[in-house]
């Protein structure tokens, strides 16, 4: 079931028992360390040491902000009487991004296993899986793997005989890529239209039906289960600094191997592209990378080297994001990508604030009579300044998300929108 | 009293209790923050970023609509940057709006008119086709343009937290985002119009009002709504001596900005066809029109013959005429006609329980008292449906308050949604099974209708904390005041003892067909309908033909509350003025005609002005010497309990609400086409 050859230089630390023989099942599972980071959290381990390991694991979300987990579990208050709930974001919806489909298609029961063992750190007694709307194949998946958890006593009522408590369900999202946001998530886990929350109050105090939630992408759970059997140190070491443990990248676009890959923290772009991806296709020059999604700001062929950590990425104005990493090859046209990525920002919006709702439509249709050749001069300073006024006045990331890559393009490759203008037709496209 | 937290904002310094928004602690000083979407009293949105202000240390702009203040913070609300903000967000929002404000209805008192002039820029930098959705129509009343909205989502909070109705919502997202009715395409709601008047833009347009005049055209007039006892503030769009709109942007009176349908649209009555205009006589057995000398002097005449040789006159009155013309009109009965035989439909037993709560004063609960208490005990009656403004003032208490709120009634009804108790009961019994958690209630605000009356009253109020404050509901516009009033057999102005009581409303109806009444005076009131004849000289006044008016020897054609001048006293005891909207055509006040008859009949009464009649009732009527300064001002002065026990003779059976619904209004809603107009389905009942 898996959708691409392994590479040598892969780290194979959450994706280790892809490729094992009925790797979905829980028999495979518990013939592979299995549930055992479970049993330690339950039996050795006290909540708070739980959340600790965590912490010195360096895990930062996959989601695409990177914030550290264990902190953001520490800010769940345990010892409040309310109901805790853990959430997973399994709404995959990055551009790019095809990391945790693998995850739940592969190894099911290791999501479980990290969700169970945030429940242990949180003392939650209830989860959910929420699955992007498009995802519906998966739910079979990890439905079947509840079941079986609950089989084997892994969920439901005294887990492991512990006293542990814990139930968990899978919800489907209707195909918004705003329920990604979390508290739009939330939201939609409520059975609200999915449109952010005003925070503070952030969701491990005040999140799913109002209760304190720990909130973490599948990868981020996924996580979990390796650095409990083998500590939080091992997993930091793996990566560099503050940047703890492996990350999937999902290489797309003009490489000869695309694929998911897990590699560690800081691996070089420059390498991902040349030796895991099997260089460019037909030999083409590099042109450009989008390194995490297609929120995050392009990266021209001069920074290729860059190693691919949350905060390299950061120094030079972009973002590691979700992990999605797309290649650009030098007959890209550039206009088009910034198209291309804000069509779908405009279908997505929420239309929830001004900017995001007014802005992505107003960018698209800009672009779209640019990109046909019906744009003036002083189209291009506007695309830019468009997007600067949504820039960090939005409700919610999405604008920013919307903007950054559009301001980037603008910025870098100016000369590829002067080459669209008076009447001329795409230069790319022959 | 929260902490009192200091910041600074634009230099100024500020100190406004920890929670303030940001946006309101700059109001404080002076500072306009604007914003399209907060909306005071409605849940937070942060959508509309206009709101964008400048934090010292943030690393951006922040939305001070959803900003608490904090110690020490810096804000700076015009600088360069927030300028650049707002004009950004206006540009953004007129991308796509269709700038048709020539014949947009909202013109000149548009707040996105007034953010651009303000705020925003000269030119557009949109080259772009816009988005374009045609117009619906939801309702009789209410029009949706999705083009010009703004997306500011105050409709969707005012229905589903102002109104508990919830017929609003969001479809599409992005651009296509478009706010939708709850029926697919139309709306099935309390048609309140409350979305209209929070509408920033001229998205929501009414159907009463649209293409007919430009704001300024219109003069304005504080009125009170005609309708319910609940004695909203309307304030009236005048032109050409026609009413255009009625609503209450000013916020200012007992219902700040609320209004139901009654008030907003249910004016239209003035203009109905059936509307008298002329006196008309009975000639041949038939009603003809007349002069107004020549009605005057015929009833004047007859009047004054029963009086003469002793014969016996029954006066009725009205629940929807002013206090001058209830006063007026008992006074002239008992002085000079020398009848002591005069009533009107009691709809809520508000005499027992002003004798139950001797010697307790400040026991009579004020509109703000809903809004305010801890707690609200609803007994036998249906709020949303027949006292809006109440139900509206206890849901803003639940919502900005947590009040609880316990309803003792047999049927389903808005308030139980949320309820901390609900008991499917009636009156006292259901009552009596939570007296226990009731008792631990310090601040409870107990409103009851006419399932409890009588010597239940004062059993009620035995039963309940000895803090409690109540509201004995009543019925129409002026019920309460026609009690204060004394348009009773057995008490005078001011709830005194009558010496000598005379026959009740039931004995003067059987009375009349009986024929046993020499004659008998019907002042605005139907209480004739369903009678099979009448044998006694009838005299109506009135603003339609009626079923009593039809079986009357002289009518008289009555101007209605708009048209006319003095006050009215709510169903919480509230007095406020009513100030003339327009000129009667035809008819004439009430007062005008009482006044025309004392002088044919050479009786000396003051003058039949309502600021004479109004200050002869400050002075005589116990409870009645109200602020002067703050009934002209447009405010509501409650009218003090009479604080002692009341003589009379309790006639429990006779106490009848009519179970009006929102949609109806006892004989005048017959001619409310708008009412008449939005009745979904078959009529709304609202069950005894």
């Given at each position: 079931m898996i959708y691409n050859e392994p590479h040598p230089l892969e780290v194979r630390v959450l994706t280790r028992r892809f490729g094992l023989p009925h790797s979905a099942s829980i028999d495979t599972y518990l013939a592979h360390d299995g549930y055992k980071a479970i049993r330690k959290a339950l039996t050795e381990m006290t909540p708070e040491q739980v959340i600790e390991e965590v912490k010195a694991s360096a895990l930062r979300g996959r989601g695409g902000a990177g914030f550290p987990a264990g902190m953001k579990w520490g800010f769940v208050?345990?010892?409040?009487?309310?109901?805790?709930?853990?959430?997973?974001?399994?709404?995959?919806?990055?551009?790019?991004?095809?990391?945790?489909?693998?995850?739940?298609?592969?190894?099911?029961?290791?999501?479980?296993?990290?969700?169970?063992?945030?429940?242990?750190?949180?003392?939650?007694?209830?989860?959910?899986?929420?699955?992007?709307?498009?995802?519906?194949?998966?739910?079979?998946?990890?439905?079947?793997?509840?079941?079986?958890?609950?089989?084997?006593g892994y969920l439901g009522k005294n887990i492991l005989g512990t006293g542990l408590d814990f139930d968990l369900y899978t919800h489907t999202g209707a195909g918004a890529y705003e329920c990604g946001e979390e508290s739009a998530l939330l939201e939609s886990l409520e059975?609200?239209?999915?449109?952010?929350?005003?925070?503070?109050?952030?969701?491990?105090?005040?999140?799913?039906?109002?209760?304190?939630?720990?909130?973490?992408?599948?990868?981020?759970?996924?996580?979990?289960?390796?650095?409990?059997?083998?500590?939080?140190?091992?997993?930091?070491e793996l990566g560099t600094k503050k940047n703890g443990g492996t990350r999937l990248f999902c290489l797309s676009g003009h490489v000869n191997r695309p694929g998911v890959y897990e590699l560690p923290m800081g691996f070089p772009l420059r390498r991902m592209i040349e030796e895991v991806g099997g260089?460019?296709?037909?030999?083409?020059?590099?042109?450009?990378?989008?390194?995490?999604?297609?929120?995050?700001?392009?990266?021209?062929?001069?920074?290729?080297?860059?190693?691919?950590?949350?905060?390299?990425?950061?120094?030079?104005?972009?973002?590691?994001?979700?992990?999605?990493?797309?290649?650009?090859?030098?007959?890209?046209?550039?206009?088009?990508?910034?198209?291309?990525?804000?069509?779908?920002?405009?279908?997505?919006?929420?239309?929830?604030?001004?900017?995001?709702?007014?802005?992505?439509?107003?960018?698209?249709?800009?672009?779209?009579?640019?990109?046909?050749?019906?744009?003036?001069?002083?189209?291009?300073?506007?695309?830019?300044?468009?997007?600067?006024?949504?820039?960090?006045?939005?409700?919610?990331?999405?604008?920013?998300?919307?903007?950054?890559?559009?301001?980037?393009?603008?910025?870098?490759?100016?000369?590829?929108?002067?080459?669209?203008?008076?009447?001329?037709?795409?230069?790319?496209?022959? | 009293m929260s902490e009192l937290v200091k910041l600074t904002i634009d230099g100024k310094p500020v100190e406004a209790p920890a929670g303030t928004l940001v946006i309101n602690a700059a109001r404080q000083v002076g500072i306009e923050i604007p914003a399209f979407c907060y909306y005071e009293g409605l849940a937070l949105q942060a959508a509309c970023r206009m709101c964008l202000v400048e934090v010292e240390k943030a690393p951006k702009l922040l939305t001070a609509c959803t900003l608490p203040v904090a110690k020490d913070m810096v804000v700076r609300t015009e600088t360069p940057q927030v300028a650049a903000a707002r004009k950004a967000m206006l540009e953004f929002l007129l991308t796509n709006h269709p700038l048709d404000c020539p014949v947009c209805d909202k013109g000149g008192e548009c707040e996105l008119q007034d953010m651009t002039f303000r705020y925003g820029a000269g030119e557009s930098r949109f080259r772009e086709e816009k988005l374009h959705v045609v117009e619906q129509q939801w309702s009789p009343v209410v029009y949706f343009d999705a083009p010009r909205c703004i997306l500011c989502f105050r409709c969707v909070r005012i229905c589903d937290e102002g109104m508990g109705v919830r017929a609003l919502g969001v479809v599409n997202r992005g651009a296509h985002s478009e706010i939708a009715p709850n029926m697919a395409n139309h709306l099935e709601c309390d048609e309140c119009g409350m979305c209209i008047d929070i509408c920033p833009v001229g998205a929501l347009t009414s159907g009463a009002y649209r293409y007919q005049t430009r704001p300024w055209e219109m003069q304005y007039v504080g009125a009170v709504c005609a309708h319910c006892a609940d004695g909203c503030k309307t304030t009236l769009s005048v032109r050409n001596n026609q009413i255009l709109r009625g609503n209450n942007r000013d916020r200012s009176g007992i219902n700040g900005e609320f209004l139901c349908i009654k008030g907003r649209y249910a004016y239209d009555f003035l203009e109905h066809e059936e509307r008298l205009r002329t006196p008309l006589v009975r000639r041949d057995g038939k009603l003809q029109p007349a002069g107004w000398k020549e009605a005057i002097a015929l009833v004047a005449e007859r009047f004054r013959g029963v009086k003469e040789r002793g014969g016996s006159i029954g006066v009725i009155g009205s629940t929807r005429t002013t206090n001058e013309e209830n006063y007026y009109l008992q006074k002239l009965a008992r002085a000079h006609l020398g009848t002591n035989h005069i009533d009107h439909h009691q709809t809520g037993?508000?005499?027992?329980?002003?004798?139950?709560?001797?010697?307790?004063?400040?026991?009579?609960?004020?509109?703000?008292?809903?809004?305010?208490?801890?707690?609200?005990?609803?007994?036998?009656?249906?709020?949303?449906?027949?006292?809006?403004?109440?139900?509206?003032?206890?849901?803003?208490?639940?919502?900005?308050?947590?009040?609880?709120?316990?309803?003792?009634?047999?049927?389903?009804?808005?308030?139980?949604?949320?309820?901390?108790?609900?008991?499917?009961?009636?009156?006292?019994?259901?009552?009596?099974?939570?007296?226990?958690?009731?008792?631990?209630?310090?601040?409870?605000?107990?409103?009851?209708?006419?399932?409890?009356?009588?010597?239940?009253?004062?059993?009620?109020?035995?039963?309940?904390?000895?803090?409690?404050?109540?509201?004995?509901?009543?019925?129409?516009?002026?019920s309460r005041g026609a009690l204060d009033m004394g348009l009773l057999p057995d008490l005078?102005?001011?709830?005194?003892?009558?010496?000598?009581?005379?026959?009740?409303l039931q004995e003067m109806i059987t009375a009349t067909e009986q024929g046993t009444l020499d004659a008998l005076w019907v002042v605005g009131a139907n209480p004739l309908e369903g009678v099979a004849g009448c044998r006694t000289f009838l005299v109506v006044q009135e603003l339609?033909?009626?079923?009593?008016?039809?079986?009357?020897?002289?009518?008289?054609?009555?101007?209605?509350?708009?048209?006319?001048?003095?006050?009215?006293?709510?169903?919480?005891?509230?007095?406020?003025?009513?100030?003339?909207?327009?000129?009667?055509?035809?008819?004439?006040?009430?007062?005008?005609?009482?006044?025309?008859?004392?002088?044919?009949?050479?009786?000396?009464l003051a003058p039949p002005l309502p600021e004479a009649v109004f200050d002869e009732i400050r002075r005589v009527v116990r409870g009645y010497d109200i602020p002067y300064a703050t009934f002209v001002s447009g405010g509501a002065a409650q009218a003090t309990s009479v604080n002692g026990h009341i003589t009379h003779c309790s006639r429990p059976e006779a106490i009848q609400s009519s179970r009006d619904s929102m949609f109806t209004s006892g004989s005048l809603g017959r001619y409310c086409r708008v009412l008449q107009a939005v009745i979904e389905k078959d009529l709304v009942e609202v069950p005894e």
């Open positions: 208050p345990r010892q409040s009487p309310k109901p805790k709930y853990v959430v997973v974001n399994a709404d995959e919806s990055e551009p790019g991004t095809c990391k945790d489909r693998l995850l739940m298609e592969n190894d099911p029961h290791q999501l479980l296993e990290g969700a169970l063992i945030a429940a242990r750190a949180v003392d939650a007694r209830s989860g959910y899986i929420y699955v992007r709307g498009e995802y519906r194949y998966l739910i079979e998946i990890l439905d079947r793997a509840i079941a079986e958890a609950y089989q084997h059975g609200k239209r999915g449109i952010p929350r005003i925070r503070p109050p952030f969701p491990a105090v005040v999140g799913a039906f109002q209760f304190p939630t720990v909130l973490n992408n599948v990868e981020t759970f996924c996580a979990v289960p390796w650095i409990i059997l083998n500590g939080g140190a091992a997993f930091a260089g460019m296709r037909d030999g083409k020059k590099l042109k450009a990378v989008i390194p995490g999604g297609s929120s995050c700001p392009v990266l021209g062929a001069d920074q290729a080297d860059i190693p691919m950590d949350f905060d390299s990425l950061q120094q030079v104005g972009s973002m590691l994001g979700s992990g999605g990493v797309v290649v650009m090859d030098e007959d890209t046209c550039m206009v088009k990508v910034a198209l291309r990525i804000m069509r779908f920002y405009a279908h997505e919006s929420c239309g929830w604030c001004i900017p995001c709702r007014e802005g992505t439509m107003w960018l698209q249709k800009m672009l779209a009579r640019f990109h046909a050749g019906g744009g003036i001069q002083s189209d291009i300073d506007l695309i830019g300044e468009v997007a600067q006024n949504m820039l960090g006045k939005t409700f919610c990331p999405f604008g920013d998300a919307a903007a950054m890559p559009t301001i980037s393009l603008v910025k870098r490759f100016r000369q590829e929108f002067e080459d669209h203008l008076d009447g001329k037709p795409c230069p790319y496209e022959r | 037993d508000v005499v027992s329980l002003l004798d139950g709560l001797a010697g307790r004063p400040g026991r009579l609960a004020t509109t703000a008292d809903l809004y305010n208490a801890a707690a609200v005990l609803i007994v036998g009656a249906d709020l949303s449906q027949q006292h809006p403004l109440l139900a509206f003032q206890i849901r803003a208490n639940v919502r900005h308050h947590g009040a609880r709120v316990y309803v003792v009634h047999p049927h389903p009804t808005r308030e139980e949604h949320g309820a901390a108790r609900l008991v499917r009961a009636r009156g006292l019994a259901g009552v009596e099974s939570i007296r226990e958690v009731l008792a631990g209630e310090t601040d409870l605000v107990v409103v009851f209708g006419d399932h409890i009356k009588g010597p239940d009253v004062e059993r009620l109020v035995s039963m309940l904390p000895e803090s409690a404050r109540y509201v004995a509901l009543v019925d129409y516009v002026n005078l102005p001011g709830y005194a003892p009558a010496p000598h009581p005379g026959l009740s339609f033909l009626t079923e009593t008016a039809r079986l009357a020897d002289v009518v008289f054609p009555a101007a209605a509350a708009y048209e006319k001048s003095g006050s009215f006293t709510n169903v919480c005891g509230e007095v406020q003025r009513l100030k003339q909207a327009l000129a009667p055509s035809g008819a004439k006040p009430d007062l005008e005609i009482m006044g025309l008859l004392a002088r044919q009949m050479g009786f000396e």
